[in-house]
């Protein structure tokens, strides 16, 4: 019997302020001050964990996201260039109240926009689907019954989760992914079950003065 490969998925730390609220996409942005905190209350929360190996989007708001990861001892991460987060095309830099005066949709159906390959000259969820994908099985492949961290975003977080739960992209729409998540999802062969989904140890886990977890 092959044991199960755990997932580990981290959305990067908040943003710097200019692009939050922001269809930001293939731009590369900072953390926040707030960002580097919750990223290093994430290190706080997963020292403890073994991991066997980590994998990362090479993009800035996710390097400066997994620093703190990896002085905690976290495997040093393998960048793979198809972990960046989705192309928004020409709702690139555009606030959430822009998008839907420009273009006459609700931002909040950005993942049926994608699916139905509305937004223009962006990624669809087929095109998305088809970089991300092969990254996430030559991962499982590799690690076979081991703990495996993965930092990106909450669109590529998202698209994992439709590939593993054979669910479409749209559906995902349910699933909060905040800054600075984890959410853990177990894979053997023949089925995927999520663990944990969304938590923020930023905000969820309170830590005493001394350091220990309360």
Not at 2 to 14: C, G, K, P, Q, V
Not at 82 to 90: A, M, P, Q, W, Y
Not at 170 to 176: C, I, Y
Request: hydrophobic share 45%; net charge neutral.
């Amino acid at each position: 019997m092959i044991a199960a490969t755990s997932l580990f998925l981290l959305r990067h730390a908040e943003v710097e302020a200019r692009y939050q609220r922001i269809f930001g996409g293939r731009i590369d942005m900072d953390l926040s001050p707030r960002g580097h905190e919750q990223a290093a209350a994430l290190a706080r929360y997963l020292q403890p964990k073994r991991f066997d190996a980590g994998y990362c989007s090479p993009m800035k708001r996710v390097q400066q996201t997994v620093a703190p990861l990896v002085k905690a001892g976290l495997p040093v991460p393998t960048a793979m260039e198809n972990l960046r987060e989705v192309d928004f095309g020409d709702w690139t830099g555009l606030g959430w109240e822009e998008v839907r005066a420009r273009f006459n949709v609700s931002p909040f159906q950005w993942l049926h926009q994608l699916e139905a390959a509305a937004i223009p000259n962006a990624e669809c969820a087929k095109t998305f689907r088809a970089r991300v994908e092969p990254c996430l099985r030559e991962i499982l492949a590799a690690h076979p019954g081991q703990n495996v961290a993965i930092a990106c975003h909450g669109g590529v977080i998202r698209m994992v989760l439709s590939i593993l739960l054979e669910l479409p992209l749209s559906k995902m729409a349910g699933f909060e992914i905040e800054y600075a998540s984890l959410t853990e999802i177990h894979c053997s062969p023949h089925k995927a079950e999520v663990q944990l989904l969304n938590f923020t140890p930023w905000r969820d886990v309170r830590t005493s003065e001394a350091g220990s977890v309360q």
